[in-house]
């Protein structure tokens, strides 16, 4: 079955950076979109980033030209970079696999990375 391990949350000053990372197994991973969704306490969870087999990326508004979303097919990896990290930002990140952008919400998940940016 499908596997999505994430790692690289932790807690960061304003401003800092982070890398998250989501390797997967159990799919063709080259075949795959893959989506960085985040959830914070009493918000809606929110897809952050996607990027599909194509290398086609989607960004939401609140992260454009601060987040970057990237694929190792070869690493079976998929990689979250987030720079000039706000409070806002805080949330457990996770990872998603499905064979469309679109369908991610309804695909496979990860176990989530807690991301903490203080003031």
């Known amino acids: 079955q499908v596997q999505l391990v994430e790692s690289g949350g932790g807690s960061v000053q304003a401003g800092g950076s982070l890398r998250l990372s989501c390797a997967a197994s159990?799919?063709?991973?080259?075949?795959?979109?893959m989506g960085w969704y985040r959830q914070a306490p009493g918000k809606e969870r929110e897809l952050v980033a996607g990027?599909?087999?194509?290398?086609?990326?989607y960004y939401a508004d609140s992260v454009k030209g601060r987040f970057t979303i990237s694929r190792d097919n070869a690493k079976n990896t998929a990689y979250l970079q987030m720079n000039s990290l706000k409070s806002d930002d805080t949330a457990v990140y996770y990872c998603?696999?499905?064979?469309?952008?679109?369908?991610?919400?309804?695909?496979?998940w990860g176990q989530g990375t807690q991301v903490t940016v203080s003031s």
């Open positions: 990027i599909n087999s194509a290398g086609s990326t």
């Open positions: 998603a696999a499905a064979h469309f952008i679109a369908t991610l919400s309804s695909g496979s």
């Open positions: 159990g799919l063709t991973f080259g075949s795959y979109a």
